[in-house]
């Protein structure tokens, strides 16, 4: 089993910046891929970016040149910078631990980007 636990968001205006973290805890060294995701109201659960275990990377086209997505497999944890925020970048933000066969979610974390 894997425990993640999201921290950092919160209310930010339009060109401002926040940085999200997760901290797994229990079985991390089953984790193969993290990933952010984002749900904003009324709308599907959307992958935002996504990283495995040597470090490769993907992003959702919306959040591109934006938004970074680093790890660190030793310590359990992975982070995501998010600069250069948009209005359409409100959403409650989770954290997901894939393992094979598992895949795990943390409780989630509210983004605001308004004025």
């Known amino acids: 089993q894997v425990q993640l636990v999201e921290s950092g968001g919160g209310l930010v205006q339009p060109g401002g910046s926040l940085r999200l973290s997760c901290a797994a805890s229990?079985?991390?060294?089953?984790?193969?891929?993290w990933g952010w995701y984002r749900q904003a109201p009324g709308k599907q659960r959307e992958l935002v970016a996504g990283?495995?275990?040597?470090?490769?990377?993907n992003y959702a086209d919306s959040v591109k040149g934006r938004f970074t997505i680093s790890r660190d497999n030793a310590k359990g944890t992975v982070s995501l910078q998010m600069n250069s925020l948009k209005p359409e970048d409100t959403a409650v933000y989770y954290c997901?631990?894939?393992?094979?066969?598992?895949?795990?979610w943390g409780q989630g974390t509210q983004v605001t980007v308004s004025s």
């Open positions: 990283i495995n275990l040597r470090g490769s990377t």
């Open positions: 997901n631990a894939a393992a094979p066969g598992r895949s795990y």
């Open positions: 229990g079985s991390i060294f089953s984790i193969v891929v």
